[in-house]
């Protein structure tokens, strides 16, 4: 089953606008992360903020955890077209000699010019 | 360095056919992990292998078998595939060293008639 589901499934946006996706989880975490899949490639990572964490920056992304709502956000700042991409978040949990992800839906952001 | 690598890139079986999709990262990474991903979902873990020696079952391992030849490589066996096996497969890797980030090769998009 799905760990996490983002919101919204699909986001359109000019160049230079904002761009914001929500992910929600269900059981406890140690970290969640964000990855970033170019139409027909593998997954990049983009961010992990962990469970003790509330916000964290990495150039144009912004991420947020609220580990009470069981929720994350994903910011990206003044969106180019290059930013055009689906996005997962994916709740880490670690086994002690291995850290297993469970991924989200995704939400595939369109930025147009 | 090439990171992860997968082949083939692209397979067509029969049903009924076997096949072993090929994974090799040369980050010396300690753990490996193979997921699908169908058309609109997020990714699904089938097996991991935390080390080299050890290999574990994740979300949807039915039909499938995996091989850790040694620390490089990483292999996942369709005995007899099936349709709903179509699918594109992603090979990961990490470091345990609390660093829990995966990379992820470029994927082998697999369909079976």
């Known amino acids: 089953s799905q760990q996490g589901e983002e919101d919204p499934q699909a986001l359109s946006i000019q160049e230079g606008e904002n761009a914001t996706m929500n992910c929600s989880y269900k059981t406890s975490i140690n970290n969640l992360q964000w990855y970033r899949q170019n139409s027909g490639r593998g997954l990049v990572h983009l961010i992990l903020i962990r469970s003790n964490e509330r916000e964290k920056h990495s150039g144009r992304l912004r991420v947020t955890l609220d580990t009470s709502k069981k929720s994350s956000s994903l910011l990206i700042t003044a969106s180019r077209a290059a930013d055009t991409a689906s996005y997962f978040c994916?709740?880490?949990?670690?086994?002690?000699?291995?850290?297993?992800?469970?991924f989200g839906t995704g939400t595939r952001l369109q930025v147009t010019l | 360095n090439a990171g992860v690598t997968q082949t083939p890139k692209f397979q067509v079986l029969k049903t009924g056919q076997s096949m072993t999709l090929q994974c090799a990262q040369d980050?010396?990474?300690?753990?490996m992990y193979w997921y699908r991903q169908d058309p609109g979902m997020g990714l699904r873990l089938i097996y991991y292998s935390a080390s080299e020696g050890t290999t574990d079952k994740g979300e949807v391992p039915n039909g499938y078998n995996v091989s850790r030849l040694n620390k490089r490589e990483f292999s996942l066996r369709l005995e007899s595939a099936a349709p709903s096996q179509t699918s594109v497969y992603f090979c990961?890797?990490?470091?345990?060293?609390?660093?829990?980030?995966?990379?992820f090769g470029p994927g082998t998009r697999l369909l079976v008639l």
């Open positions: 990961a890797s990490s470091i345990w060293t609390g660093q829990e980030t995966q990379y």
């Open positions: 994916a709740t880490g949990e670690n086994t002690g000699t291995a850290s297993k992800l469970t």
């Open positions: 980050m010396n990474h300690n753990s």
